[in-house]
């Protein structure tokens, strides 16, 4: 569905986005994670229509998407900060949406409504920052978007209200093959959610993946062999990206295949070997590490 | 459909009539205030109100006509600033381009939404006065030409203004900096050309400078030509010249919209390209105004060296920071070293005069016409001239005759060789403007600070221009005249205060005065030209057909012709005064501060004065007047003050050189 080839963009003399390459799935909630500033928000106005890319192509459905109105109506952006006329109620911003989005679909607005505990004719912006959040998806999911870019949108929300907005953007992929194209910096959030991660960093893509293949190629292991003494040629023809010593325990991050490591090690014959589940922050850490964005050892 | 979604998305509309509505509600209330509630409140109030200032011109601007100047200059550039506000903030930014809705479309949307808020009240304003018109008797102001010509003008104003504000809001992304940059894009080309041409007067001798800004300058102001609408309306080049640059506002605006980038919410200047035009178009002006600011208070070189640097400077730190958003602006000097070192180019270009303009001088042969004057004032054109100053005043300065535009020629020459450095602010210069028309349709203008002698004591060439013919003939109207059966009367009268004075009106009479005022005329020489020595006004009364018409002559002490003829009929002594009129003269030296103010300050205590002398000799009394001067040039080493008999108290005050003194004055003098 969308196609990022090679995208560039500069501001003022920094570049956000360098030459990145990017591709979605129709029907996939792909999850954009990257360290502060590492051009996530840059790349979704672009992939939104809002920026222009300086170089490169983005296309959606095979189409161009800056200035182009027919796109435009069939997705929704939501900025990390959200923007309602001034003075609007949720009704008079429903109507504004209903004029401008050829989707708009008035029963699922109702329908929404019970969803969302709120008021149609309160005013949004004496709304506290998670209601408005709330009015947000509500309006975006009443246009029925084929694409919706949502940029931090759990910033606010408490957790049910969470929960339930994740299994209405669920719903709608599994219903409607609506895409999702989002991005966070809380990868928890994220982590049930997503079939695809990319990790972005200073404007480059390091890793696209599915999400379950991102698991099974990376492991965290922890190892313990007779005497703390580790053997010679241990885990060497594979990629360590992190170890740690805990007395006689070693922990490790491997990227590799599970069985063949397995293998390797039960070769060693170690009196301890776990497998152990790794969350998507760890990926995270693990891989930005590799690049050198360590998290510094702050003496406060 | 498309042409439908192109131009109204109802979202939009609401939108912006919630945001702006209330400028609409409050121009159309600012207006009917100013215009029908006032004609009512004048019209109810007084009887008279026919003869009052605002009824009495064929418009409608002359009810408060400053609050209706004042609506025009700020409705449009406000509501261009809140219509186009959205472009300004980055959150709405950042939503609005997010909608599926085109560029172009918002753009035509948000114009036509803004034409209709200043041109809609405008039209309910009108109506309204249609309606006034026929129970207000006032047929001269309330007429449906006046209406309508109110209308058309408020509207095209409107436009214009609302058009330029929209022109701004594409560069920028600071709505405080959108309405700065409105009117100072306003008042630009007007002040640009004053800033760029007083400059080119420092560097460039000879630059005719009050010839370009005379009068044309002010016409590109739109407050100016707004400001004059109580008496002058618009013409239709007024009217199509307001709508051409409105209608190039909305193309480039829309043109510039589409490829302006929407994260430059916000910054100064839209634009990354136009930051170094921003940036040195800041300091170039700051520049010529500092140099002009100087050069005309201070008028030496070495104040306007200073305020070229120290303006140049103040305009790029402030241009950086609007630019850069911050004070801390010190490390980007580098800008500026190039600045100076492109301005020093500039400089030395012009002052080496590459082009050779200082030096140019026309081939005598090219040449069809030359003016040449004190000044450029009668070569303006934006005026028209009536006939009467055509006559008398424009064709005194123009000359055809080969001969004397030979000697022009020369005379330009020699001012170009003379004295370079007759700078601005000397206390006493003069004007010397040459302006050439050329066979192949070409003008050479050229204007030159002379010293105050120029006139005076002239050169050969200038004294040859002045004895000539033509030069004489279009100076003086009496030369012009020839039938003698037009003059009425003619009236000759004492220049000496008092009252002496006879009127001729016998046709014979008048004739040969005529004749004989021609030769003196055509006789006198340039010395006789400029000494200010005469004795009476000669003033000819025409019979023409509109109304009567005069001619005015001096009768100099230099025409023998007519003061013969005058003392033949016994006429002389009645039209000037003569030594048996005056009781005594006193004569003194003509001191420091009366050189400088040119006038005497001690009045009718001159008598008193220590130095002077008393004379009551009538033979010295003859002298005195046939030398005496009524110019207070540099000549008139000496003071004389004529005390008549009839009025002791005012003495009459001219000056006389210390060659014309009589020697046994002098020597009186001397002892004192």
Redesign the interface.
């Known amino acids: 569905m969308i196609q990022v080839h090679n995208v560039k963009k500069e501001f003022e003399d920094i570049e956000a986005v360098k030459g990145l390459n990017l591709h979605i799935k129709k029907g996939s909630i792909y999850g954009l994670l990257g360290s502060n500033g590492a051009g996530k928000t840059t790349l979704l106005k672009m992939i939104g229509g809002i920026y222009k890319q300086d170089a490169g192509e983005i296309f959606i459905d095979e189409k161009p998407v800056f200035e182009n109105v027919e796109l435009k109506g069939r997705m929704i952006v939501l900025t990390d900060s959200l923007y309602f006329f001034p003075q609007y109620t949720v009704r008079q911003m429903a109507n504004f949406y209903k004029s401008i989005y050829p989707l708009w679909n008035e029963e699922r607005f109702q329908e929404l409504s019970k969803v969302f505990p709120i008021s149609v004719n309160k005013k949004i912006h004496r709304m506290s920052k998670g209601m408005q959040r709330q009015v947000a998806f509500w309006l975006s999911l009443s246009t029925m978007p084929e694409l919706l870019i949502l940029d931090e949108p759990f910033d606010g929300l408490d957790a049910v209200m969470r929960q339930t907005v994740k299994n209405l953007l669920v719903q709608d992929v599994a219903e409607r093959e609506m895409t999702i194209l989002i991005s966070s910096h809380n990868l928890r959030e994220v982590e049930d959610l997503c079939d695809h991660i990319g990790i972005l960093h200073h404007g480059e893509m390091m890793i696209e993946k599915e999400l379950d293949d991102l698991k099974t190629d990376v492991h965290k292991i922890q190892v313990a062999f007779k005497g703390g003494v580790l053997p010679d040629g241990l885990l060497e023809e594979f990629d360590v990206l992190y170890k740690e010593e805990r007395g006689s325990v070693h922990l490790y991050i491997v990227r590799g295949d599970e069985e063949e490591m397995s293998a390797h090690i039960d070769f060693f014959m170690p009196v301890l070997f776990d497998v152990l589940p790794l969350t998507l922050e760890e990926i995270f850490i693990y891989e930005m590490r590799d690049v050198g964005y360590a998290i510094e050892n702050v003496i406060v | 459909m498309r042409l439908k979604t192109l131009l109204f998305?109802?979202?939009?509309f609401?939108?912006n009539v919630?945001?702006v509505g209330w400028i609409f509600i409050a121009y159309l209330l600012c207006l009917l205030f100013a215009v029908p509630l006032r004609i009512l409140m004048v019209t109810s109030s007084r009887d008279d109100y026919l003869r009052m200032y605002e009824f009495t011109g064929e418009t409608l601007f002359r009810f408060s006509s400053g609050f209706q100047m004042i609506l025009m200059f700020t409705v449009p550039v406000l509501l261009g600033i809140f219509i186009f506000r959205y472009l300004q903030v980055k959150?709405?930014a950042?939503?609005i381009?997010?909608?599926?809705?085109?560029?172009e479309a918002l753009y035509q949307q948000n114009v036509i939404f803004g034409l209709g808020v200043v041109v809609i009240p405008v039209l309910i304003t009108g109506l309204i006065l249609l309606i006034l018109s026929s129970f207000v008797d006032a047929p001269n102001v309330l007429n449906i030409g006046t209406i309508a010509a109110w209308v058309a003008t408020t509207i095209v104003v409107n436009v214009f203004v609302f058009m330029a504000t929209v022109f701004v809001a594409m560069f920028t992304g600071i709505s405080v900096f959108q309405g700065v940059l409105t009117y100072i894009l306003l008042v630009f080309p007007a002040g640009v050309t004053v800033l760029f041409f007083m400059n080119v007067n420092y560097f460039l001798r000879g630059f005719a400078v009050d010839y370009y800004l005379d009068h044309q300058v002010e016409r590109w102001l739109p407050f100016v030509r707004v400001g004059e609408l109580t008496h002058t309306p618009f013409s239709g080049g007024d009217f199509l010249g307001f709508f051409i640059i409105a209608i190039a506002f909305y193309l480039v605006a829309l043109f510039v919209y589409q490829r302006r980038?929407?994260?430059m919410a916000s910054q100064a200047v839209a634009f990354r390209v136009l930051r170094p035009v921003f940036l040195y178009g800041v300091t170039f002006c700051a520049m010529l105004l500092g140099g002009m600011y100087f050069g005309q208070t201070q008028g030496t070189f070495g104040w306007r060296l200073f305020g070229y640097i120290v303006a140049s400077l103040i305009g790029y730190v402030v241009a950086q920071m609007i630019l850069e958003k911050t004070w801390r602006v010190l490390g980007k000097w580098k800008g500026y070293g190039v600045f100076v070192v492109a301005m020093a180019i500039l400089a030395l270009l012009i002052k080496f005069d590459v082009t050779g303009y200082e030096n140019r001088v026309p081939v005598a042969e090219n040449v069809e016409r030359v003016y040449l004057s004190d000044s450029a004032h009668w070569l303006s054109t934006r005026r028209p001239l009536s006939e009467h100053e055509e006559a008398i005043y424009r064709q005194q300065h123009f000359y055809e005759d080969r001969e004397n535009i030979d000697r022009i020629i020369n005379l330009h020459e020699e001012v170009i060789a003379g004295e370079r450095s007759y700078d601005q602010n000397r206390r006493f210069y003069r004007q010397a403007v040459f302006y050439y028309e050329l066979t192949n349709g070409r003008k050479l203008v050229r204007a030159f600070q002379v010293p105050v002698e120029f006139y005076t004591k002239p050169n050969e060439p200038l004294a040859k221009l002045m004895e000539s013919e033509e030069y004489k003939y279009n100076y003086f109207p009496v030369l012009r005249l020839e039938n003698t059966d037009e003059i009425n009367h003619i009236r000759i009268s004492s220049n000496r205060g008092g009252h002496r004075e006879i009127i001729i009106t016998d046709a014979t009479e008048i004739k040969e005065f005529h004749q004989l005022l021609q030769k003196d005329i055509k006789e006198m020489t340039h010395d006789e030209f400029t000494d200010g020595k005469s004795w009476a006004w000669i003033e000819y009364s025409l019979i023409s057909d509109d109304r009567r018409n005069y001619l005015n002559a001096d009768w100099k002490k230099s025409y023998e012709k007519i003061e013969a003829w005058l003392e033949a009929r016994d006429l002389a002594r009645q039209a000037r005064f003569t030594a048996e009129d005056i009781a005594f003269a006193v004569v003194g030296k003509r001191e420091a501060e009366m050189i400088e103010t040119g006038r005497v300050d001690v009045g009718e205590d001159f008598k008193d004065r220590e130095g002077t002398i008393r004379i009551e000799d009538v033979e010295e009394l003859k002298e005195l007047l046939d030398k005496s001067s009524m110019v207070w040039n540099d000549e008139g080493k000496y003071v004389i003050a004529y005390y008549y008999e009839d009025d002791l108290n005012r003495p009459h005050f001219e000056t006389i050189s210390a060659e014309h003194v009589p020697d046994s004055i002098l020597q009186q003098l001397n002892e004192r």
Not at chain 2, 9 to 12: A, H, K, L, P, V
Not at chain 2, 97 to 103: D, E, F, G, N, Q
């Open positions: 998305n109802q979202g939009i609401v939108q919630r945001s959150l709405s950042d939503y381009h997010s909608l599926p809705i085109k560029r980038k929407v994260e």
